[in-house]
């Protein structure tokens, strides 16, 4: 490998965003995204008057509702490094499309509400980290408002979260009293509300304001410093490799919205974020980064990133060597080798060809119905399978149609494509083929039906079926159709597996007393 291939490669920095819903994650993005200078000025997650959306929320439903509902990819140059950004839905009904994200970075930002603290959906998404030894950096958002004590919130985070933290920075103050953050890092204060030649102000070697600063007579100083002192001589001390291991959480403190502290964290996090990270394979064989043969693998397929051409991209975590446009490649599900000519690289939905990429770097290729989440793509003659991601079992059904009968191909071909990006799953009841859709959250339902309408003009008809329990079958060759009832209900998956729907607990535990040679198993 030449020393130029290698030296881009470690510059590479591959993060996911996670958090609760509206503790911060898309604007903290876009924030990132002007420092980087891949957007000439932030947008908000609600346009108001402005008529500016989130760069990062590009569905028509996001802008309407103001949340994010795919994961969306965008890249940015800063300080030497090539940082890939997935910005990833908050919302729990999405966390499918969130899991496999994650499977696809190296570290992750958690984005916390300093009023609210730690709440489900971040649990639950730090547990996905902390299981995959993900480096987790935390930025405690929102302290131009009134919050919880930093203190307590600390505290919560090693206590709910059951992580150590340092803190990288402290706050002065909070909401109307907020005057800036101690930065324990890089020995300065930076002020709030201040003129830019003004914002960071030095320390003297007892770690004091160095300057004869009005900010110095106040309270909330007092305070600061207080709490620092306590940190220094109780707190956790700082661990490159401990956080490296998913160990130590290093903890910033700020405010995304007014931009206050998110340099900070950008440089801070630049300097401690992993380079790209090995993967295991099936036959647990471990690549590396820096291992001459291009491999991949697809985590995500998205349809209609551009409606006008009903398009279709795969998106691509390269794990080792180099991709070139052009290049042949071979899906090792299929065994079959095909050039690529159509490669693509993100700003959310504004996307550029690219050309070359490395290591680490999220890439597109435009799919024509070829590749399936999980797939792995490699460019040797050796074909390997990488871990597979994760796949849930849905818990809610519904059945759906056409409400105009004579567009029915538009609506088996949106079925199709959507169904092929993950978050939804199909299902067909074995004589008459209704179509049953499962999916892990209600919202993925309004989702589905706001798309149908939007990207494939049509109008669709959706019957809850109610929650159900659906079980796939180890031994499928002794399911019989008569097996299949009204609280047992047999259908096919979509790769015409047999999958059972059960009413309920009781349902299920009937079936298996009455058929106890069939084993059933659950997706995770």
């Known amino acids: 490998m030449s020393a130029k291939l290698e030296q881009d490669i470690l510059a590479r920095r591959t993060f996911a965003i996670i958090s609760h819903p509206d503790a911060g994650k898309t604007t903290m993005t876009e924030k990132l995204l002007y420092f980087g200078g891949a957007i000439r000025d932030a947008g908000t997650v609600k346009a108001k008057k402005s008529g500016k959306f989130a760069t990062?929320?590009?569905?028509?439903?996001?802008?309407?509702?103001?949340?994010?509902?795919?994961?969306?990819?965008?890249?940015?140059?800063?300080?030497?490094?090539?940082?890939?950004?997935?910005?990833?839905?908050?919302?729990?009904?999405?966390?499918?499309?969130?899991?496999?994200?994650?499977?696809?970075?190296?570290?992750a930002v958690m984005i916390i509400d300093a009023a609210k603290g730690i709440e489900a959906q971040t649990l639950k998404l730090f547990k996905v980290c902390r299981m995959r030894g993900i480096p987790i950096f935390t930025f405690i958002n929102k302290l131009d408002r009134q919050g919880k004590e930093p203190l307590e919130l600390m505290e919560e985070l090693e206590e709910v979260l059951g992580i150590e933290s340092y803190a990288m920075n402290w706050p002065i103050g909070m909401g109307k009293e907020f005057l800036g953050i101690y930065d324990r890092y890089n020995s300065r204060i930076e002020q709030f509300r201040t003129e830019e030649d003004e914002r960071f102000l030095p320390l003297d070697e007892n770690g004091e304001l160095a300057v004869d600063h009005e900010m110095k007579k106040t309270s909330y100083y007092t305070q600061a410093m207080d709490d620092i002192m306590l940190l220094n001589e109780a707190g956790n001390s700082?661990?490159?490799?401990?956080?490296?291991?998913?160990?130590?959480?290093?903890?910033?403190?700020g405010s995304a919205l007014t931009n206050f502290g998110v340099q900070t964290f950008l440089e801070t996090y630049l300097e401690f974020a992993p380079t790209p990270q090995p993967r295991l394979t099936e036959e647990e064989t471990i690549v590396e980064p820096l291992d001459q043969e291009f491999s991949g693998f697809i985590f995500k397929?998205?349809?209609?990133?551009?409606?006008?051409?009903?398009?279709?991209?795969?998106?691509?975590?390269?794990?080792?060597?180099?991709?070139?446009?052009?290049?042949?490649?071979?899906?090792?599900?299929?065994?079959?080798?095909?050039?690529?000519?159509?490669?693509?690289?993100?700003l959310a939905d504004d996307r550029e060809t690219v050309d070359v990429a490395v290591a680490g770097d999220i890439i597109g290729l435009y799919d024509t119905g070829t590749y399936q989440i999980g797939d792995t793509i490699v460019g040797g003659k050796k074909t390997f399978q990488f871990e597979k991601l994760p796949q849930f079992t849905p818990e809610l059904f519904v059945r759906v149609t056409a409400k105009n009968v004579m567009k029915s191909k538009h609506f088996h071909k949106g079925i199709e494509q959507l169904v092929q990006e993950g978050a939804i799953q199909y299902y067909k009841t074995l004589h008459t083929e209704d179509v049953i859709l499962g999916a892990v959250g209600q919202l993925q339902f309004e989702v589905f039906e706001n798309r149908m309408k939007n990207e494939y003009n049509v109008d669709v008809h959706m019957e809850p079926i109610g929650s159900k329990i659906a079980r796939w079958i180890e031994n499928e060759e002794d399911v019989k159709e008569s097996m299949s009832g009204p609280r047992s209900m047999l259908v096919h998956d979509r790769f015409n597996n047999y999958v059972f729907l059960f009413e309920n607990e009781f349902a299920m535990r009937w079936f298996n007393d009455k058929n106890p040679d069939i084993r059933l198993y659950s997706l995770l």
């Not at 090539?82 to 496999?100: A, C, K, M």
């Open 238 to 253: 700082f661990s490159k490799e401990r956080i490296k291991r998913g160990e130590l959480t290093p903890v910033f403190f």
């Open 301 to 346: 397929i998205q349809a209609n990133m551009n409606p006008a051409h009903r398009d279709r991209i795969a998106f691509v975590r390269i794990v080792s060597g180099m991709f070139e446009r052009g290049m042949n490649i071979t899906l090792s599900r299929t065994k079959k080798s095909f050039k690529v000519t159509q490669s693509t690289q993100f």
């Open 56 to 107: 990062s929320d590009w569905m028509e439903i996001e802008k309407q509702r103001g949340i994010s509902v795919t994961s969306s990819v965008m890249q940015f140059d800063y300080n030497d490094c090539r940082v890939n950004i997935l910005d990833t839905p908050g919302h729990q009904d999405f966390s499918e499309d969130t899991y496999r994200t994650l499977m696809a970075v190296d570290s």
